[in-house]
């Protein structure tokens, strides 16, 4: 039976444009961030050809140690749905070669959580709504029982998480704050205290081109909602534009509500 998570090597979708995941899944059910596995294998992977590197890094040379086709297979799934979605080839291949470019290992695994909760919309969804007021009162401490409780009020307004068992809405809810944890917003075990990180002017500019791939209007880029997501307030977000600006890398103005935003000689203007 084919799998439709796996496509051929050489497979492309070329699109100009690369929207956000807005489908609820229960893919967070199944594993967290998985930063582990990416870091492993962004070695050995090209920015411009990294979904089809990924494949062969995995299944045909078994970079990560897996004792059967069919784990690999697996993992080469869940890694896809995260990081190296087909229809978005621009933002996987910037994604790629900024990892692979930072070394510090909090500001490389906010650009992997970045990326998720472009890939993610569960993830995108409890960033916005649950997340950030919590990080708004931040240290506070969590249990997945509080996730749970928010699962439970989010499936009143969202279909797809009624259909779900509750052994799978308590899985994602383990995920979910261990992938916090393991990308910088928390720490502990059984019980997780959640801080805001420090979030690098260059992991917000990742989030803006994620924006501009989309065909977004940016004329009120800083109250996106992916900002929201990662923590940030709008106020953070201008203050990390401006000092892009000023180290040179971007331009950028707010001038009577619309938004100027150029980085490496292209402009967008909305």
């Not at 807005?22 to 411009?48: K, N």
């Not at 909602?225 to 331009?251: N, P």
Request: net charge positive; charged share 25%.
């Amino acid at each position: 039976m084919k799998n439709a998570g796996l496509q051929p090597r050489n497979s492309r979708v070329n699109a100009a444009v690369e929207a956000r995941q807005t489908r609820i899944t229960a893919r967070l059910s199944e594993q967290g961030a998985m930063l582990e596995e990416l870091r492993a294998v962004l070695p050995v992977i090209r920015p411009t050809s990294a979904r089809d590197d990924l494949y062969r890094a995995i299944l045909d040379d078994n970079v990560l140690r897996r004792p059967s086709m069919n784990s690999r297979r697996k993992i080469f799934e869940k890694l896809n749905g995260r990081y190296f979605r087909l229809d978005a080839s621009l933002a996987v291949a910037r994604l790629v070669k900024t990892m692979q470019m930072v070394q510090d290992p909090l500001q490389n695994g906010l650009f992997a959580y970045v990326m998720l909760l472009w890939n993610d919309a569960l993830a995108f969804r409890l960033g916005g709504q649950w997340l950030a007021t919590k990080l708004g009162s931040a240290p506070y401490d969590t249990r997945t029982s509080d996730i749970d409780a928010e699962l439970d009020r989010l499936s009143s307004t969202i279909p797809q998480i009624r259909t779900w068992a509750p052994s799978t809405r308590h899985k994602v809810a383990i995920n979910y704050l261990n992938l916090l944890r393991d990308c910088g917003y928390a720490t502990g075990t059984l019980r997780k205290r959640l801080r805001r990180p420090f979030i690098g002017p260059d992991v917000v500019l990742f989030g803006v081109q994620l924006i501009i791939g989309s065909g977004e209007a940016i004329s009120r880029l800083p109250e996106h909602l992916l900002f929201k997501a990662m923590g940030l307030s709008i106020e953070e977000v201008i203050d990390a534009l401006t000092e892009l600006q000023q180290r040179g890398c971007v331009d950028f103005a707010i001038q009577g509500g619309i938004v100027h935003f150029a980085v490496r000689g292209k402009t967008f203007s909305r």
